[in-house]
């Protein structure tokens, strides 16, 4: 019978503990096979981990040498959880542990219903060298963080995520303090469309950045990781030349959950390699804020894969995570769900606020083939049946899930929820559907498993951007990017909360058109931290003003403002207030040529949306 124990034990740091244990980070694997490195969640859960993301098919082993100290009998645990255990009694994503190819005699990935340490019993090492291995009994994503060998029967691994933090790094040889990663004017956090923009424009002003991403793509949601397609104009009044960078870099073909060739990870990553001025750090996550006197002083990221951390410093700093992570961590005011109309006067806002937001996508596609394609059965999916199935074979932006859960602090929660609900339709779609034959020859191709996030937390700038500034149209002196897409917010289908109360996972939008307006740069910077800005979704708007900003040719040309009022914060000695208070000028003057090539044919002429163009 397998036992399963909650304990935490805090004696494991001892010479002794360190020569007679091995620990293995599942994402330091030097073959990952079919098993992806997943560092969404890590902020949460302490780590990133491997994930068997194989839609029904076991993916190829993970493989990993490791040498251990003497041979011998060494007892194993192992970190994992079944990630389907909110929903369903039975385990999805199940695996083994391979010693030298051999199996141990454990099953993971069967309980338990959050990460913990896992017993895997007495395990024979023959030799002192020998060959690690993860194997997928599913397919259905499984996830392993680490593996944990000791010769005492008697030691349990930490659980704690500061101890196991400071463990870890004890039985790793890690550096206590990270390694300066060189000497910047600007570090740029975040690699969607608004960071590479920042750090493009920066650059190309003469600003030396640092740039750092924790996947190993750029492009966020318009990545081949997400399939987002670029949204809004490009070119507008009052300052038509910002935008031009957005086209230089952008894919230029539109559509969500398309190919992988339609996103152009590589033209993003040549644009950011091209430019002298930009030093890349491609896999590093930022995990810590060092302030000091209402500045950051220090950054410091851990790379996903080697746990190898690396501190930042510069006079300035941006936060493009889309979560307001860096300014959370520094402690900038933000705001998180929907204001009530009564605190800013918004019509369209509810009556009282409440912590509801827009939600995330698990996008998906399948394709045709010329002979029947087989799919998992599977009886831990949710309960369907002829009503409640969605007989498609793409699921676009509006599978979105999670509106009613913290997109932060519950966000596996709501990932998982929108795989087990993509995997549940397409299996009943596939063997008991009523319109079976229509899908006996379509393969599931696609699903996302880095989910396209909508809307967290929100930093508080010197000014809030609210409804009516964008319906009544007020122009204020400081006026940047325009934002042209509608005030489009998306609320839980009502049909799918009638048929899964409480479960929903499809959304509806309500669109507001809207003239282009222009986000006045005091949205770009904190309100309280003294030299952080910020582009994305995490800048200073309501929740309803939200709506309109978000869409990514907005935040890409947020990013390009945002460079050039990094480059006259270096020219001038100045923060970001300062540049609003006394230098504006300076980067009115930089808007008006913006960075991009303006010689190259506009081809960001997709997904414009339906703004109104005069006034």
């Given at each position: 019978?397998?036992?399963?124990?909650?304990?935490?034990?805090?004696?494991?740091?001892?010479?002794?503990c360190?020569?007679?244990?091995?620990?293995?980070?599942?994402?330091?694997?030097?073959?990952?096979?079919?098993?992806?490195?997943?560092?969404?969640?890590?902020d949460?859960?302490?780590?990133?981990?491997?994930?068997?993301?194989?839609?029904g098919?076991?993916?190829?082993?993970?493989?990993?040498?490791?040498?251990?100290?003497?041979?011998?009998?060494?007892?194993?645990?192992?970190?994992?959880?079944?990630?389907?255990?909110?929903?369903?009694?039975n385990?999805?994503?199940?695996?083994?542990?391979?010693?030298?190819?051999?199996?141990?005699?454990?099953?993971?990935?069967?309980?338990?219903?959050?990460?913990?340490?896992?017993?895997?019993?007495?395990?024979?090492?023959?030799?002192?060298?020998?060959?690690?291995?993860?194997?997928?009994?599913?397919?259905?994503?499984?996830?392993?963080?680490?593996?944990?060998f000791?010769?005492?029967?008697?030691l349990?691994?930490?659980?704690?995520?500061?101890?196991?933090?400071?463990?870890?790094?004890?039985?790793?040889?890690?550096?206590?303090?990270?390694?300066?990663?060189?000497?910047?004017?600007?570090?740029?956090?975040?690699?969607?469309?608004?960071?590479?923009?920042?750090?493009?424009?920066a650059?190309?002003?003469?600003?030396?950045?640092?740039?750092?991403?924790?996947?190993?793509?750029?492009?966020?949601?318009?990545?081949?990781?997400?399939?987002?397609?670029?949204?809004?104009?490009?070119?507008?009044?009052?300052?038509?030349?910002?935008?031009?960078?957005?086209?230089?870099?952008?894919?230029?073909?539109?559509?969500?959950?398309?190919?992988?060739?339609?996103?152009?990870d590589?033209?993003?990553?040549?644009?950011?390699?091209?430019?002298?001025?930009?030093?890349?750090?491609?896999?590093?996550?930022?995990?810590?804020?060092?302030?000091?006197?209402?500045?950051?002083?220090?950054?410091?990221?851990?790379?996903?894969?080697?746990?190898?951390?690396?501190?930042?410093?510069?006079?300035?700093?941006?936060?493009?995570?889309?979560?307001?992570?860096?300014?959370?961590?520094?402690?900038?005011?933000?705001?998180?769900?929907?204001?009530?109309?009564?605190?800013y006067n918004?019509?369209?806002?509810?009556?009282?606020?409440?912590?509801?937001?827009?939600?995330?996508?698990?996008?998906?596609?399948?394709?045709?083939?010329?002979?029947?394609?087989?799919?998992?059965?599977?009886?831990?999916?949710?309960?369907?049946?002829?009503?409640?199935?969605?007989?498609?074979?793409?699921?676009?932006?509006?599978?979105?899930?999670?509106?009613?859960?913290?997109?932060?602090?519950?966000?596996?929660?709501?990932?998982?929820?929108?795989?087990?609900?993509?995997?549940?339709?397409?299996?009943y779609?596939?063997?008991?559907?009523?319109?079976?034959?229509?899908?006996?020859?379509?393969?599931?191709?696609?699903?996302?498993?880095?989910?396209?996030?909508?809307?967290?937390?929100?930093?508080?700038?010197?000014?809030?951007?609210?409804?009516?500034?964008?319906?009544?149209?007020?122009?204020?002196?400081?006026?940047?990017?325009?934002?042209?897409?509608?005030?489009?917010?998306?609320?839980?289908?009502?049909?799918?909360?009638?048929?899964?109360?409480?479960?929903?996972?499809?959304s509806?939008?309500?669109?507001?058109?809207?003239?282009?307006?222009?986000?006045?740069?005091?949205?770009?910077?904190?309100?309280?931290?003294?030299?952080?800005?910020?582009?994305?979704?995490?800048?200073?708007?309501?929740?309803?003003?939200?709506?309109?900003?978000?869409?990514?040719?907005?935040?890409?040309?947020?990013?390009?403002?945002?460079?050039?009022?990094?480059a006259v914060?270096?020219n001038?000695?100045?923060?970001?207030?300062?540049?609003?208070?006394?230098?504006?000028?300076k980067l009115?003057?930089?808007?008006?040529?913006?960075?991009g090539?303006?010689?190259?044919?506009?081809?960001?002429?997709?997904?414009?949306?339906?703004?109104?163009?005069?006034?």
């Amino acid at each position: 019978m397998r036992k399963f124990r909650f304990f935490i034990l805090f004696l494991l740091a001892t010479g002794w503990c360190h020569a007679q244990s091995v620990l293995v980070e599942a994402e330091s694997f030097t073959s990952k096979g079919g098993w992806a490195v997943d560092q969404q969640f890590m902020d949460q859960m302490g780590s990133p981990y491997l994930l068997a993301h194989g839609l029904g098919i076991p993916v190829e082993d993970a493989a990993t040498t490791v040498n251990f100290p003497k041979k011998g009998t060494y007892y194993l645990w192992v970190r994992t959880r079944n990630w389907a255990s909110l929903w369903t009694n039975n385990a999805p994503g199940q695996f083994q542990v391979l010693i030298d190819g051999k199996p141990v005699s454990e099953t993971f990935g069967i309980y338990p219903p959050e990460w913990s340490w896992v017993e895997g019993g007495p395990v024979e090492i023959s030799n002192k060298k020998c060959q690690l291995g993860l194997h997928d009994l599913t397919g259905f994503n499984g996830r392993c963080d680490a593996l944990f060998f000791t010769k005492d029967s008697n030691l349990i691994p930490p659980s704690g995520k500061t101890a196991m933090a400071k463990w870890r790094k004890q039985l790793l040889d890690l550096p206590e303090k990270p390694d300066p990663a060189g000497t910047f004017d600007f570090v740029v956090i975040g690699g969607g469309m608004a960071g590479t923009c920042a750090a493009i424009s920066a650059a190309r002003l003469g600003v030396k950045v640092a740039l750092i991403q924790d996947r190993p793509v750029l492009g966020g949601n318009n990545s081949s990781e997400v399939r987002v397609h670029l949204g809004g104009r490009i070119k507008l009044d009052p300052y038509p030349n910002l935008g031009n960078l957005v086209n230089e870099i952008g894919p230029k073909q539109g559509g969500n959950a398309q190919p992988l060739e339609y996103y152009e990870d590589g033209k993003k990553l040549f644009y950011v390699e091209a430019e002298k001025n930009i030093t890349l750090f491609l896999n590093y996550r930022a995990s810590h804020v060092i302030t000091e006197n209402g500045n950051i002083k220090e950054v410091v990221a851990v790379n996903i894969e080697t746990g190898q951390e690396l501190v930042f410093s510069a006079p300035l700093f941006a936060d493009c995570t889309g979560d307001g992570t860096i300014g959370f961590l520094a402690g900038a005011d933000y705001m998180m769900g929907r204001e009530s109309s009564e605190l800013y006067n918004e019509a369209t806002a509810p009556e009282e606020g409440d912590e509801m937001t827009m939600g995330s996508s698990v996008q998906w596609f399948a394709e045709e083939k010329d002979t029947p394609v087989a799919f998992p059965d599977i009886d831990w999916g949710l309960p369907w049946n002829e009503q409640r199935t969605e007989a498609i074979k793409r699921g676009d932006w509006n599978w979105e899930t999670g509106m009613n859960l913290h997109q932060v602090n519950d966000f596996e929660r709501v990932r998982d929820y929108g795989l087990l609900v993509v995997f549940s339709n397409w299996s009943y779609l596939k063997n008991h559907s009523s319109q079976k034959s229509e899908f006996k020859n379509s393969q599931m191709k696609w699903v996302a498993y880095v989910a396209g996030k909508r809307e967290s937390r929100r930093l508080v700038g010197d000014y809030i951007l609210k409804e009516q500034d964008i319906t009544e149209h007020h122009v204020y002196p400081d006026g940047t990017a325009p934002t042209s897409w509608t005030i489009d917010l998306h609320y839980p289908d009502p049909k799918n909360s009638e048929l899964f109360p409480d479960k929903e996972f499809k959304s509806i939008a309500k669109h507001i058109a809207i003239y282009p307006y222009p986000i006045p740069f005091r949205c770009l910077y904190s309100k309280n931290v003294g030299n952080l800005m910020m582009a994305g979704r995490n800048i200073s708007v309501t929740h309803v003003a939200l709506g309109t900003v978000r869409v990514m040719r907005t935040t890409g040309m947020m990013g390009e403002v945002v460079g050039m009022a990094a480059a006259v914060c270096k020219n001038e000695n100045t923060n970001p207030r300062g540049v609003y208070q006394n230098h504006f000028d300076k980067l009115i003057e930089l808007m008006k040529k913006g960075t991009g090539n303006p010689d190259l044919e506009n081809i960001q002429k997709y997904n414009e949306g339906s703004t109104k163009l005069k006034h």
